[in-house]
């Protein structure tokens, strides 16, 4: 008898613990970080199906999203001494219109664009797929990033 309440309080008390979990407690913490934040670089790019190479000042070019939706980014131009000038515009802003796509905006007028992002690699890479037209010109684009920080 005595075994059988020692079970009996047993599977009491399992029970308890299981019927007070449930589904909300697994990390929905509502301070979830949207994996597009943080800095990334550009590993490839393709335009118009083609694949570019990235000159040796644009391998450092950054592009940074910040959580409260603006964007840093950091471009490298050659200069007349063989070396790179770093220019850092900060007048971007992001904004996620859906699950799988942002809006980007670069407010020096010729970027702006919505494209589907899908991350990879535990969100260290995402692909961005877009169209930019500058006047009649429109080019595909097709973009590999890589997390940086």
């Not at 449930?22 to 943080?38: F, L, R, W, Y």
């Not at 515009?89 to 992001?94: E, P, T, V």
Request: proline residues 2%; negative net charge; contains cysteine.
């Amino acid at each position: 008898m005595k075994k059988i309440k020692l079970t009996l309080t047993y599977l009491l008390i399992v029970s308890l613990a299981f019927a007070s979990c449930n589904d909300d407690d697994t990390n929905n913490t509502g301070n979830d970080i949207d994996p597009i934040i943080g800095k990334w670089k550009a590993i490839e790019l393709n335009e118009n199906g083609i694949k570019q190479e990235i000159a040796e000042c644009e391998l450092q070019n950054t592009i940074e999203y910040l959580n409260d939706g603006k964007i840093i980014d950091t471009y490298f131009e050659p200069n007349s001494n063989n070396g790179c000038d770093k220019i850092v515009d900060n007048s971007g802003s992001w904004k996620k219109i859906s699950d799988l796509e942002y809006q980007i905006i670069l407010d020096d007028g010729d970027v702006n664009y919505i494209s589907p992002i899908s991350f990879s690699k535990n969100n260290t890479e995402q692909i961005q797929e877009y169209t930019i037209q500058d006047g009649e010109e429109k080019s595909e684009q097709l973009n590999k990033y890589q997390k940086i920080e």
